[in-house]
């Protein structure tokens, strides 16, 4: 049974910080990986997907490793700003995408 | 603005009354999904549709029936459902078809927050 474990479960920064977050799946043989935030009380925001032939994807301030391998993939926001707080979840794609626990994210000015 | 919308994004109903949860998208995207969110919990996956046809059921109790009429519409018909059934319901879209939606980035929905009395 796959299963998806997000570290940290909240981190706290101040603004301009650069930042890693970590996922974690426990079967390797994913199709792709998807990274999401989400807003209190909203949907989810799609914001990296990584196909399982790929190491890495960026998108402005955001880039997303995968390492199939080992299991593992990591968000690292560069320059943090107070609008990045929200809720980040990386979901793998199993075909169906199963979640990660999410790491809930403050930055403050 | 998202591109899927959800309507109503409240909903407030006794465990005797019929509901339905609406979404709607205008991206061409021919399959589409329910979720189920609770609090401080990641999604979990209800349904999904492959052009028109459900694909997926995940072992979801019969007071849940999703509908999906056309290639834009995606309906969740509610019934007798019990308050351990409030959540919010994300609905979410995406290329492709049958196990190549796989290769497809989901967008999603606000949600509709649904409580139950």
């Known amino acids: 049974k796959q299963e998806v474990t997000q570290i940290p479960a909240a981190l706290s920064v101040p603004e301009g910080e650069n930042l890693v977050l970590n996922c974690s799946f426990t079967?390797?043989?994913?199709?792709?990986l998807q990274w999401f935030r989400q807003d209190p009380g909203k949907g989810l925001t799609s914001l990296l997907l990584?196909?399982?032939?790929?190491r890495e994807q960026t998108s402005g301030r955001l880039n997303a490793s995968l390492d199939k391998s080992s299991g593992r993939s990591t968000l690292y926001i560069a320059a943090s700003q107070p609008g990045d707080s929200a809720t980040y979840l990386c979901a793998v794609i199993y075909p169906k995408l199963i979640f990660g626990t999410g790491t809930r994210l403050q930055v403050f000015p | 603005d998202t591109e899927v919308t959800q309507t109503p994004k409240h909903l407030v109903m006794g465990m005797t009354n019929k509901k339905s949860l609406k979404c709607e998208q205008h991206?061409?995207?021919?399959?589409m999904y329910w979720y189920k969110q609770k609090a401080k919990k990641p999604p979990e996956l209800m349904f999904v549709?492959?052009?028109?046809?459900?694909?997926i059921n995940e072992s979801v109790p019969s007071r849940f029936s999703p509908e999906c009429p056309n290639s834009s519409l995606l309906n969740l018909h509610l019934h007798a459902l019990q308050p351990e059934d409030s959540a919010l319901y994300l609905c979410?879209?995406?290329?492709?078809?049958?196990?190549?939606?796989?290769?497809?980035?989901?967008?999603f929905g606000d949600g509709t927050r649904l409580s139950i009395l």
């Open positions: 990584i196909q399982s032939s790929q």
């Open positions: 079967d390797s043989a994913i199709y792709n």
């Open positions: 991206m061409g995207h021919r399959a």
């Open positions: 549709y492959s052009y028109e046809k459900l694909s």
């Open positions: 979410a879209s995406s290329q492709g078809r049958g196990r190549d939606y796989s290769n497809q980035p989901q967008h």
